[in-house]
């Protein structure tokens, strides 16, 4: 019998690199967003799978589509994700999303307030599987580094947040959508899964390897603490990006990933993707 899903947040990227996941596996999937996103639609469509328009907290129409299903999946605010999951059935596959910070930053507090959210969602549904994923790239929709590949190409310095040693451990987007798709086979366990890719490294050699990336040489300077101080009382920086400036993103352990699910792109090659669907020639530059 075929499993079926429901995907909230399929017109981003991880929400879609999640559905086509689903539809390789053999899944009938309906995929929901927000906005509506003619390509992504195109793609998905194409690929097998159903398109509702669903905005969370605004009505339920979503609700009577999603409780047909076996597994729900959420690529959206945790928030959100925590509303919209009230009243809902406890016997349903449940995969959300947060953020690896709520352990590396915890004292923060938006971070406090999705571990908080967690632990409400963990208490209401003993079937559910947390991935806190780190700094996410892969696909021109993730702006951060989207942003990062086009200042390399435009501007001759790079600014670093910090002094550039803290050390990161990017995750590439198509490989969270297979790890959230794994999770929600009925053998897939239960618990919080921090998620980064295969590499860590310091933040002053992510930068490089954007430079690397666009086929430019780039002078890479660090931030001392007290222009962060000045950028935050400018507005320009929050608290919480200056607090951690100097502070490790690698993923925080939690439990155990199961071995076939742990990312595998490596992040030269998923870098070359990004740049590439920007419309770049990695290594070459152009756009």
């Given amino acids: 019998m075929t499993r079926s899903a429901f995907v909230v947040g399929a017109g981003g990227a991880v929400g879609e690199a999640t559905v086509l996941a689903l539809l390789a596996g053999g899944w009938r999937?309906?995929?929901?967003?927000?906005?509506?996103r003619e390509k992504v639609e195109e793609r998905l469509g194409a690929a097998g799978a159903t398109i509702v328009h669903n905005t969370l907290g605004a009505g339920e129409d979503w609700r009577s589509e999603a409780v047909l299903c076996d597994a729900l999946v959420f690529v959206t605010n945790l928030n959100l994700t925590r509303s919209a999951l009230e009243g809902m059935p406890h016997d349903r596959r449940i995969v959300v999303f947060s953020s690896n910070n709520v352990a590396a930053d915890a004292d923060a507090p938006s971070?406090?307030?999705?571990?908080?959210?967690?632990?409400?969602?963990?208490?209401?549904?003993?079937?559910?599987?947390?991935?806190?994923?780190?700094?996410?790239?892969?696909?021109?929709?993730?702006v951060t580094i989207t942003r990062l590949l086009r200042m390399a190409q435009t501007y001759p310095v790079l600014p670093l947040l910090g002094s550039g040693k803290a050390r990161v451990q990017p995750v590439f987007h198509g490989d969270l959508g297979r790890l959230a798709a794994g999770l929600t086979n009925i053998d897939a366990p239960s618990g919080v899964f921090a998620v980064g890719g295969p590499d860590v490294v310091t933040m002053r050699a992510f930068y490089q390897m954007i430079a690397a990336c666009v086929g430019r040489s780039r002078v890479i300077v660090p931030t001392p603490r007290f222009v962060l101080k000045l950028a935050q009382a400018a507005g320009v920086a929050s608290e919480e990006q200056v607090n951690r400036a100097e502070l490790d993103r690698s993923a925080v352990v939690q439990d155990d990933l199961p071995e076939a699910l742990k990312p595998r792109t490596s992040l030269r090659e998923g870098l070359a993707l990004h740049f590439s669907a920007m419309g770049g020639s990695p290594g070459g530059g152009r756009l």
Avoid: C, Q
Avoid at 30 to 36: D, F, L, Q, W
């Fill in 111 to 142: 971070y406090r307030a999705l571990a908080e959210h967690e632990a409400a969602l963990r208490a209401r549904f003993s079937n559910l599987a947390i991935v806190r994923p780190t700094l996410i790239y892969g696909d021109p929709r993730l």
């Fill in 29 to 36: 999937v309906v995929a929901s967003m927000h906005t509506k």
